[in-house]
C-alpha cells in the first residue's frame, strides 16, 4: 500500500556534495517518522537520520554536523542533505517511513571517492 522511492544518489568525490530524496505515496493515514538509513558492504544497516512528525531530528553520531534531514509533510517526502562526504559515508542509503508498520524504500547507491 504504501510506496517509498528515493533518489539522488551517485558518485561524487570526497568533501562533495549530495542530496537525497525520498517520495512516500499510497494510503499513509499519518506518518510519526521518517528515516535515512544506510549500509555499506559486509555491514549492518544502521541509522543515519531520523525525523518525527512534529520535526524532532536524531542523527548517528558520524553524521552530525555533516548531514541534515528534512520532510516537506504536505507531500510526504523527506530529504537528506549530506555535505563534507568521506569515502566511509559510501553505502546504499534507504528510507524509512513508520505509520504504525515501518516502509522501506528499494535504496540509492552513494560512492564517495577519495
Known amino acids: 500500500q504504501v510506496r517509498l522511492v528515493e533518489s539522488g544518489g551517485g558518485l561524487v568525490q570526497a568533501g562533495g556534495s549530495l542530496r537525497l530524496s525520498c517520495a512516500a505515496s499510497g494510503m499513509i493515514f499519518s506518518i510519526n517518522a521518517m528515516g535515512w538509513y544506510r549500509q555499506a558492504p559486509g555491514k549492518q544497516r544502521e541509522l543515519v537520520a531520523e525525523?518525527?512528525?512534529?520535526?524532532?531530528?536524531n542523527y548517528a553520531d558520524s553524521v552530525k554536523g555533516r548531514f541534515t534531514i528534512s520532510r516537506d509533510n504536505a507531500k510526504n517526502k523527506a530529504y537528506l542533505q549530506m555535505n563534507s562526504l568521506k569515502p566511509e559515508d559510501t553505502a546504499v542509503y534507504y528510507c524509512k517511513l513508520v505509520s504504525g508498520l515501518a516502509y522501506w524504500g528499494q535504496g540509492t547507491q552513494v560512492t564517495v571517492s577519495s
Open positions: 525525523i518525527t512528525s512534529g520535526g524532532s531530528t
